[in-house]
């Protein structure tokens, strides 16, 4: 089992910067991919950002150019920079873990094993 813990979330304008943070059980130069996912109230839970083992980095249309997303192995822990935030990105950020090679694509929910328990992100305009 893999324990995964997102902090960082708040309440920020439109603009407005913040920095997640997924702190990980397992060491995470162990995982195949780690990802970043959303979901906002009615709306299905979608793929923001993904990092692999190779350290390549992908992600969603909307994001590219505002979003970073990076790890820090000797802490265990992902991180998602997002900047010149809207109101559109306000959702519930949960961070995703799988460790093995499974065929999904990095945006596929069912790509990933382990879930944290998310971190809310409200843009006002």
């Known amino acids: 089992q893999v324990q995964l813990v997102e902090s960082g979330g708040g309440s920020v304008q439109t603009g407005g910067s913040l920095r997640l943070s997924c702190r990980a059980s397992?060491?995470?130069?162990?995982?195949?991919?780690m990802g970043w996912f959303r979901q906002a109230p009615g709306n299905k839970r979608e793929g923001v950002a993904a990092?692999?083992?190779?350290?390549?980095?992908t992600y969603a249309d909307s994001m590219k150019g505002r979003f970073t997303i990076s790890e820090d192995n000797a802490k265990n822990s992902l991180y998602l920079q997002m900047n010149s935030l809207k109101p559109e990105d306000t959702a519930m950020y949960y961070c995703?873990?799988?460790?093995?090679?499974?065929?999904?694509?990095?945006?596929?929910?069912?790509?990933?094993?382990?879930w944290g328990q998310g971190t809310q992100v409200t843009v006002s305009s």
């Open positions: 995703a873990a799988e460790p093995l090679w499974n065929g999904g694509s990095w945006y596929e929910v069912g790509a990933y094993s382990y």
């Open positions: 397992a060491n995470t130069y162990l995982m195949y991919r």
């Open positions: 990092i692999d083992r190779s350290g390549s980095t």
